[in-house]
């Protein structure tokens, strides 16, 4: 669980990775307020080991500003309310400034009446879902956020992709500083997995990929090429139909609902923009556990602990509750005040930096 | 998928199956309208080809009538209530009255305020999800409904069980009288499937089930006697932590949000009932899909046909929609007016008519 700093790895100090991020979105075409936003997202994912939504991806949401793809300077729009929901217009801002707006009202609406439930559309990619449920978590709330994404994950049966990762975060608030945390993507794995292998020359595992005939593959290559994940649960026998369903079922509360675009119609997100817009659908949702059986908290941190107590297979391996691992990489980012990242992610982020003309990401020196 | 009717199998007039259902819940101790809101929801079971959530289930519900277990006269309470929520009492009624009770405040509330969000404690078992999630799409909403379990499922990394199948369904009406129908327990498979394979004789799949050790296995008889299936993705690698998070999440909007009994805590379900009673939870959700962008059934059944029309790995395997398999037994259910039971069923149900001294059920006589 814990990064052993390699001779690979870099550390960055928090505030100097937020820094360069804010400086980079800032040349790049969005308001000051907008970056920051964007930052804090990028930041956290880092900080949680989930490097695929995190810096990596800073160089897509400059390019879809400088390209004209995002408007991240736009303001978001309530197109139509009820007590307890919301149908927003992003207006193609970036996905965590569309957010921070969605979720704001979600948690309004759940302190007024119970349950928030709001729908977006027009945006652009959000990020880490859990990101959104947590801020939920933060009031005292049940947060749950769903996205769609681009087409990557074959249902079962087919041989075309027609589903995006389309993840699926629940986040709430247990006693004792607890919570429970639950940020799933309901596909196996994702394409950052698959070419992580690739690069490191490993063999798949069962029910992650399909090569280009349709049938499974534990060929990095093949999978990587092809592009085709299989839904949580891989091939039907294995239970992939309740992936795909799920990942459905996403899709009907994001891109369905919201009137975005949808399924097969997603585009694909490429370093290079093409400039158009991604018109992405999200979905939030607050709770207010008050509004069921009092001592919510202490049940919930009971529910974690019992889990944490069981009877592991494998000694070496504790039983862990859903967002043990995040919280164990968060807190040993939190002690050293800084992120890791692979030295060719600083190389990376040198080149943007040169491009943009802001001033380069600086690793912390570390003492020979 | 069309079943065949084989020398083991018998038909059944729909119409008979519920008389005998509501006759033997009622001589068992439930008033007549308890004892139909379960015979439709049971009926409904093996009518969509989900036989064990079905008749199978019958003798259950009346061993659990009849120790003490189960109250099927009480009257379920709303304990606490919001704009858009309500915390139920089921009084330990029967899991259709609980739920039938608990769904309509759901629906009503999503009519007023476009959510109702609706947890209810004290409850029995409440047979398939997705009846419950149907019954608010019937009024042009999005029903949601999720139940916790028995435990019968091990976390990853646990070789103890600490969650049940604890399943998630999701219903939306279309446009063209479609529907978005997705039921899904949160393991694999459920005990039930490792019971029929044991009886045939047949290996079980990867990612089912664990043997005493904690380790795979993928002998039936090992894994029945185990009883300890592993969550949806199967093993840690393959994804298996998505299907515990899902499961755990399943917990948390119903046992814990509802002060029921939860994880470890919720007993058994034995065919014979010990007296006490199971308190069950549940969480119903309904949301108005009007509420967001005008249009949604149009987008919702054109999503449907996008899925149907993907380009299939094998030609005689055509790629279904959530629901479709549901959808085609129903209909061949409807065609003959008749549900189908394996002539197993048939006998012990003529031994619990006996038992009950009510009218057996009677198949349909088919021409030789």
Redesign the interface.
């Known amino acids: 669980m814990f990064v052993i700093l390699s001779r690979n790895m870099a550390r960055v100090a928090i505030v100097e990775a937020c820094r360069f991020v804010v400086e980079c979105l800032h040349t790049a075409g969005a308001n000051r307020d907008s970056a920051e936003q964007q930052a804090r997202l990028l930041i956290q994912a880092d900080r949680l080991g989930h490097p695929g939504d995190g810096v990596n991806r800073l160089e897509y949401y400059v390019n879809d500003i400088i390209s004209g793809a995002c408007e991240p300077n736009n303001k978001p729009l309530i197109l139509?309310e009820?007590?307890?929901?919301?149908?927003v217009d992003a207006k193609n801002v970036l996905g965590a400034t569309a957010s921070n707006f969605a979720m704001d009202i979600a948690i309004a609406k759940a302190k007024?009446?119970?349950?928030g439930?709001v729908?977006v559309?027009g945006s652009n990619h959000n990020g880490m879902a859990g990101f959104w449920a947590q801020k939920a978590a933060e009031e005292g709330l049940?947060g749950l956020a769903f996205t769609n994404a681009q087409p990557v994950m074959?249902?079962?049966?087919?041989?075309?992709a027609?589903l995006g990762t389309n993840p699926?975060a629940?986040v709430?608030p247990a006693s004792c500083g607890e919570s429970?945390y639950?940020d799933?993507?309901?596909t196996?794995?994702d394409m950052g997995t698959i070419d992580m292998h690739r690069r490191n020359g490993e063999c798949l595992?069962?029910?992650?990929a399909q090569g280009p005939?349709?049938?499974e593959t534990l060929d990095p290559e093949k999978a990587y090429h092809t592009k085709r994940l299989y839904p949580?649960?891989?091939e039907e026998?294995?239970?992939g139909?309740?992936?795909?369903?799920?990942a459905?079922?996403v899709?009907?509360?994001c891109?369905?609902?919201?009137?975005s675009r949808?399924?097969?119609h997603l585009k694909e997100w490429k370093l290079e923009s093409d400039g158009t817009p991604h018109d992405i659908g999200h979905c939030f949702v607050a709770?207010?556990?008050n509004?069921?059986?009092?001592?919510?908290g202490d049940?919930?941190a009971d529910?974690i602990q019992?889990?944490r107590d069981?009877?592991?297979?494998?000694g070496n391996?504790?039983?862990?509750?859903?967002g043990d691992k995040e919280k164990i990489m968060a807190c040993q980012s939190d002690k050293s005040g800084t992120v890791y990242y692979v030295k060719q992610q600083i190389e990376s982020s040198n080149c943007l930096a040169k491009r943009l003309q802001v001033k380069p990401m600086e690793p912390v020196k570390e003492a020979c």
């Open positions: 139509k009820t007590a307890s929901t919301a149908w007024a009446t119970g349950v439930w729908v559309k049940i074959a249902p079962t049966r087919s041989k075309q027609a699926i629940m709430a429970f639950l799933m993507s309901t196996a794995v595992k069962h029910g992650w005939n349709g049938m949580l649960g891989g026998a294995t239970g139909y309740k992936g795909y369903g799920l459905a079922m899709e009907v509360l891109g369905v609902s919201a009137g949808y399924g097969c709770v207010n556990p509004c069921f059986a009092p001592g919510f049940r919930l529910c019992q889990w069981l009877d592991p297979v494998d391996l504790p039983v862990l509750a859903p």
